[in-house]
Structures are given as structure tokens and as C-alpha cells.
């Protein structure tokens, strides 16, 4: 919210580094990532694996260590990028002391989470699971290498590594659990089983082999090997095999239960997940074509497109998994129903407000850049939208904010008394 303040009013905070764009935007992506999604992520892990595996999760007392530990490398990181000390690299800006805690902290979940599936009373993987155990061995290895604390690499190779790092986060972490969780979420709360298991199971081998090469279309403009990039073009576009395999199961899932999601408050945050899942993966395989990508790179649409996958898509499923979960795991319903009202409705309408202003900006630089109009003209020409973004951004906060107090509350009220049925008879009687 600051960073998008910031742009419609540069003078908005003065003689405070720690809140200038460049800090802001290292920790807000850290937070994001690290934070908020991938520690969300784990907590559904270890709810859902022990469920569909009818047992304990292996090591309650592990679970709780890695949990400190990765709330410990949070701190480290607010306390280093906003004082600008970083390694200098997009995604990769932790240093090297924290990057090997992150990295612990993923082969202990990874070691906590196996074990528990070896130990399951059941006989069948539900592909839930395979998501799920494809993520916590894929994402480790994404992660030591991406990071280069252990890899050390020259020049475009650092970039071509980069990038490896940064587009496989999102696709062999975000990507498979958001999925794994959709494919638990939805049949729970609609009471229908779920499409067709063996197109849930082409999604996940479609997104193994397709998606690991595909980081090298970010950087298309550059002069890596030419084969590289062809290989991650053409990655990208059969990447819509497994999107198309996911979304139908999704959509098959839901046939004739559309209505649910009136009332059904888990159910609409995770529908509208899926809904975004479907923009976001129509968007990303066409962005990375050549003719397409030329024209629309180091615009501010690449930036909604990003906010698409990790605000629209992720976001609103992992919010889903929390509203479903903890009434399971206190034993009391949430504090108010209205509050998850108004945290839909803040969240929902203030994406689709800064998806908007992005994307028209977007296509406004893309077009003074193609016809060769000077900068400082074209420019001026964004400045509405820029505000528009900063207005998403206090939109999206309050919605989070009222979130964490219907959390709050509902972990830390009292529940209501409740009637005697006595009198609970007596009433009806009357």
C-alpha cells in the first residue's frame, strides 16, 4: 500500500529510507512469498496431510520448531531489507544466513510431511497429495539453487539461474500447492466428489515435465542462448495442457452447484481463486510468446499479472483453506460472518481495481514505447492509474486487516453460552 501510494505521491513519506519504494518493495515480495503464502501453505499441509492419510502428522514437537524458525527468518528479513542490505537479486534478496534457515525450515517440513504420508492408514493417494509431496521435493531444490548462497554463477548464466529460481517459485510451489488444496477444498465444501481423478493426475506429470524450463522467457530481450529461449516459449505454451486438465476438473466439480457460493463463504473465496487461476493462465502462456512479449515487457501489465497469480489466485484459495480449517481445528465457528463478507468484498473489489489500473497502464507505456513517444510524455498519461492503485491498496489492507481480527477473536473469545434444551423447546413451543 505504501509503494503504491508512493508512485501517485513520491513526497509521500521524507527523510525515511526504510519506507522508500526500493526497501518497501524487497520486503513487501519477501513477506509475500516467504510470509504470507508460504507459511499459510504449510499450516494447510499439515492439516490436510493427516487427514487424508488418517493419522497423526508425524512430529507435532518438529512442526513447532519449524514454525519458529520460519517466523525467525521473517523478522531477519524485515530487519535487513529495510535497511537496504540485500544480496541485490529479484526474489533473492535474503542473505545467505537466512537462506540457509529457509532451507532447513523446507527439508524439515519436507522430512516431517513424507514420514507422515509413509505412516498413512490408508492405502490410495488422493492427488492432493501427490501435489503436495511434488511441491516439498521440487521446492527445496528450486530454492538452494535460485538463491546462489550455494551456487555461485557469472554473468548471464546469475540471470538465466535467476530466473529458473523466480518463475519456478511460483510454478513448483505456489502452482502445485494452491492446486493440491483446491482439489481438497472443493469437493469438502460442495459434498461432491471431485470430476475425474485421472485428469487430476495428467495436470500434476503436465506440470512436472513442462514447467521447470520455462523461467528463461522473462528475460527474452537479452542475449541468452537463443535454444534457451526457444525451449522456454515452447514450455510455456504446453504449459495450457495441465492449466486445461486443472480448470475442467474445477469447473466439472462445481456443475450445478454454482449457488453454494452465494452462502457458502469458503467456497466463494475459493471459486474466485479459480476463476483467476483461469485469467492468470490464459495470460501467461500467450505474455511469453516473442510477438506478444516484446511488446508488453517492463510494463506495469506484467506487474498485475503477477498480482493476478499471487494476490487473485493464491491469496483467495489459501484465505479459503483458513476459513474452512479453523472452525475444524477450534471446535467454534468464525467470530462473524459479516467481517468475511467485507474481507471478500475489500479483497475482491480492490484486486479487481488494481488488476484494472495496471493493466491499462500497462498497455499505455506499451504503446509509447512502439510508437517512439518520449517518456516524459506518455508518462503523464499513467499518473490516474497509478492513483487507482494506491486507492486497491487500502482497499486490499483493510480487508486483511479485518481478517486478522475475525481470527483474533474467533481464536480468543469465549464461545457463546449455549441454549438448555428445555429451553430451547419452551421457545419453540411458544
Not at 20 to 44: D, K
Not at 139 to 154: D, E, N, S
Not at 299 to 304: A, I, L
Request: glycine share 8%; hydrophobic share 55%; with cysteine.
Amino acid at each position: 500500500m505504501i509503494g503504491g501510494l508512493e508512485f501517485s505521491m513520491p513526497d509521500l513519506v521524507k527523510n525515511v529510507p526504510q519506507l522508500a519504494f526500493p526497501h518497501m518493495r524487497m520486503f513487501h515480495v519477501n513477506a509475500v512469498a516467504v510470509g504470507w503464502l508460504s507459511m499459510g501453505y504449510v499450516g494447510a499441509i499439515f492439516y490436510m496431510v493427516p487427514n487424508l492419510c488418517k493419522t497423526k502428522l508425524w512430529s507435532e514437537r518438529l512442526g513447532n520448531m519449524t514454525m519458529w524458525a520460519w517466523n525467525l527468518v521473517l523478522v531477519g528479513a524485515f530487519c535487513t531489507l529495510v535497511n537496504g542490505n540485500t544480496e541485490g537479486r529479484e526474489y533473492a534478496e535474503l542473505g545467505a544466513i537466512l537462506d540457509v534457515m529457509v532451507a532447513v525450515a523446507l527439508v524439515l517440513v519436507a522430512l516431517n510431511i513424507y514420514m507422515t504420508i509413509l505412516n498413512r492408514k490408508v492405502k490410495k493417494l488422493y492427488v492432493t497429495l501427490w501435489y503436495f509431496l511434488g511441491s516439498l521435493f521440487w521446492f527445496p531444490l528450486v530454492w538452494i539453487i535460485g538463491q546462489r548462497t550455494f551456487v555461485a554463477l557469472p554473468g548471464l548464466n546469475d540471470a538465466i539461474v535467476g530466473w529458473f529460481y523466480g518463475h519456478n517459485i511460483l510454478g513448483m510451489w505456489f502452482t502445485t500447492v494452491g492446486v493440491g488444496m483446491m482439489y481438497y477444498l472443493l469437493p469438502r465444501l460442495t459434498q461432491a466428489p471431485l470430476y475425474s481423478h485421472g485428469l487430476s493426475m495428467l495436470g500434476f506429470w503436465g506440470i512436472a515435465l513442462f514447467y521447470a524450463p520455462t523461467g528463461t522467457h522473462h528475460i527474452t530481450q537479452s542475449p541468452v542462448p537463443e535454444w534457451l529461449k526457444a525451449i522456454a516459449i515452447i514450455s510455456s505454451i504446453f504449459l495450457l495442457v495441465p492449466v486445461l486438465t486443472v480448470l475442467t476438473n474445477f469447473f466439472m466439480t462445481m456443475k450445478g452447484r454454482w449457488g453454494q457460493a452465494v452462502t457458502d463463504l469458503p467456497l466463494r473465496f475459493a471459486v474466485t481463486s479459480c476463476m483467476f487461476y483461469l485469467v492468470t493462465c490464459i495470460q501467461g502462456p500467450f505474455q511469453a510468446t516473442r510477438w506478444v512479449n516484446w511488446y508488453l515487457h517492463f510494463t506495469q501489465w506484467v506487474v498485475g499479472h503477477a498480482h493476478l497469480a499471487l494476490l487473485g489466485t493464491f491469496s483467495f484459495i489459501l484465505t479459503s483453506a483458513v476459513y474452512y480449517t479453523l472452525p475444524k481445528l477450534t471446535g467454534k465457528e468464525f467470530y462473524s460472518q459479516g467481517l468475511i463478507r467485507a474481507h471478500y468484498w475489500l479483497k475482491f473489489l480492490g484486486f479487481l481495481l488494481m488488476m484494472t489500473s495496471l493493466t491499462i497502464a500497462g498497455l499505455i507505456q506499451s504503446a509509447g514505447w512502439a510508437m517512439g513517444i518520449p517518456v516524459d510524455q506518455w508518462g503523464l498519461q499513467i499518473r490516474p492509474y497509478w492513483f487507482f492503485r494506491g486507492i486497491s491498496g487500502i482497499m486490499i489492507v483493510l480487508g486483511q486487516l479485518l481478517f486478522a481480527y475475525n481470527v483474533w477473536k474467533t481464536l480468543y473469545s469465549k464461545p457463546a453460552a449455549s441454549v438448555a434444551p428445555a429451553a430451547k423447546a419452551a421457545e419453540v413451543k411458544a
